[in-house]
């Protein structure tokens, strides 16, 4: 699935080419998939995109809108799989669940695995869409402060007990991060996902400020994951840390064994020596 930095280099991406293109045939998936949400039929869809000139792309957390202009937006929300831009002359993929062509015959389509949602919206009304709608202070933002961060972990300590891992995975409480880069934000913190927050020491919370920026950047600079693909359909350059492919090899930190376990709704990969 893409996570927020996926979504600032595919933003970055379309901006460089798809900016300024006019569509000339919009169209809904040709795959019904129980977990694509759409909130047009296909119709409406197709008419109220012809003519719509692609605007400036930006992202919120794992939610990125792309301007229709005039008076649309296209939001792209919480979508893992392939986002494609195909050059004039290439052959459409078999499936899709959203396909833009444009008038100089270049397309775009976007088809994803789990789940995504693929809607369009009147400008400024996908800002009242559940989950943008009050959206929380993403990373990549200037608010995103070590003294927000500590607010936030003081707020939290008032309701329901939460580790580091949910801290950073559950209920968007920080917009954008998932499963994926949390591994490597808790191992760059050298905090152990079930570590409480009630716990975090002030240094540990600055440790771990520090290592959600920085993770996060790390990732956009290297042009996302290097398990998730761009726009081209070429693979992210950065290398995960703490993933499966971790398991067989030596902790980047202290040579010791990188341990796997379940833990809120997905796999964990941990270094005991470094990470408590
Ligand atoms: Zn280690």
Redesign the pocket.
Known sequence: MFELPEYVVLSRQINTTLKGKTIQRGQLGNSPHKFVWYNREHEEFERLTQGKVLGEAWVQGRWMSVPLEPGYVLLFGECGGKLLYHPAGSQLPKKYHLHLTFEDDSFLTATTQMWGAYELYELGEEQNREYIKDMRTTPVESGFTYEYLDVLINQLLEGKKRSAKSLLTQDQIIPGLGNAIAQDILFNARLHPKHPISELSSEQRQALYDAIVSTVDQVIQGGGRYDETDLYNNPGGYIRLMDKNALGRP?P????MVQKFQYLGGACYV?P??QD
């Open positions: 902790c930190g202290c040579g010791g270094c020596n470094c």
